[in-house]
């Protein structure tokens, strides 16, 4: 028997009511909801994210502006830049595109972000104040995964869950997520040996590697809740043996669906719910500022 799709599209759309009913409220109440995207360079994946952004925003009821900035800018006039985003009072959530160019440290331009508008919650405030289950803003790929893990039904107390990959953004805020709720955590990651031997003991398996099809049925304990965090572009032939490209993620989805209890696809599982999510955090990031309280 076949696993229950985990279907993020669906989810998204329940998702997105209650976040436009919520962003209509404050608008009424307290004025406009301001989202200033700041694209460096021209990259052609980051430049499609910030057009999609745009569009769910607008759908939303959020304004979204896009400042665009050539890829040769200095770090300190990209600093300067996020400086008087944070000093402006009609912007209220702020968040950085990435690939940024070589010159640029990505993670001091992540801690200059005003943690009450770091809508991805990408600062290293918001990241710390994970630690005692109270960031002001939580990373947005986290939590859909936490949504979509509700979403199935698991019980978290006493799981054995098991995190693959340990990014700072992604796999380590999931790892502890997980760990406040109570599941038994092990984190696995570039230097875990004999990966099978703890992916095959988890009930609650995430992997967020960013490697295509790392994980197969074998790996897999049956009945498990699997969700796939990795997008892969990968190059394969169709039908007629033409290339074409396809995105895939860490997990061997035909096979382990299989086994597992519950699973998430790639494309249209965690990703849409990362999108509301960003969403939910930017009204969110705008109450919070009101009254600068966690």
């Given amino acids: 028997m076949s696993a229950r799709i985990l279907d993020g599209k669906a989810a998204a759309a329940e998702i997105r009511n209650d976040v436009s009913a919520r962003i209509a409220k404050f608008t009424v109440d307290h004025g406009e909801i301001r989202l200033v995207a700041v694209l460096v360079g021209d990259d052609p994946a980051a430049r499609l994210y910030a057009q999609s952004q745009r569009k769910r925003c607008l759908q939303a009821g959020v304004k979204h502006d896009l400042i665009e900035l050539p890829d040769s800018i200095s770090q300190s006039d990209l600093l300067a830049q996020v400086d008087r985003l944070n000093a402006d009072p009609s912007v209220t959530g702020i968040m950085i595109q990435l690939p940024l160019p070589a010159q640029i440290d990505e993670a001091r331009v992540q801690y200059r972000i005003d943690p009450y508008k770091d809508v991805e919650g990408v600062n290293p405030a918001n ?12 990373p947005c790929t986290a939590l859909a995964v936490m949504e979509l893990i509700k979403r199935s039904g698991a019980e978290l107390r006493g799981a054995q869950a098991v995190v693959v990959g340990q990014s700072r953004i992604v796999g380590r805020p999931i790892s502890m997520f997980l760990t406040t709720q109570m599941a038994t955590v092990t984190a ?22 960013g490697r295509p099809h790392l994980i197969g049925a074998d790996f897999v304990k049956r009945g498990a809740i699997v969700i796939d965090v990795g997008i892969n572009s990968i190059k394969t032939t169709d039908a007629s043996g033409a290339a074409v490209r396809r995105t895939v993620g860490d997990v061997k989805y035909d096979e382990v669906r299989q086994v597992a209890g519950a699973i998430t696809p790639v494309p249209g599982g965690v990703g849409p719910v990362t999108v509301m999510m960003l969403l939910r955090n930017t009204v969110e990031a705008a109450h919070k500022q009101l009254r600068r309280e966690l």
């Fill in 127 to 138: 990241i710390g104040l994970l630690f005692y289950d109270h960031p002001i803003i939580a």
């Fill in 188 to 209: 696995c990651h570039i230097a875990t040996r004999d990966l099978a031997s703890h992916t095959r003991a988890a009930d609650i398996l995430v992997v967020a590697a």
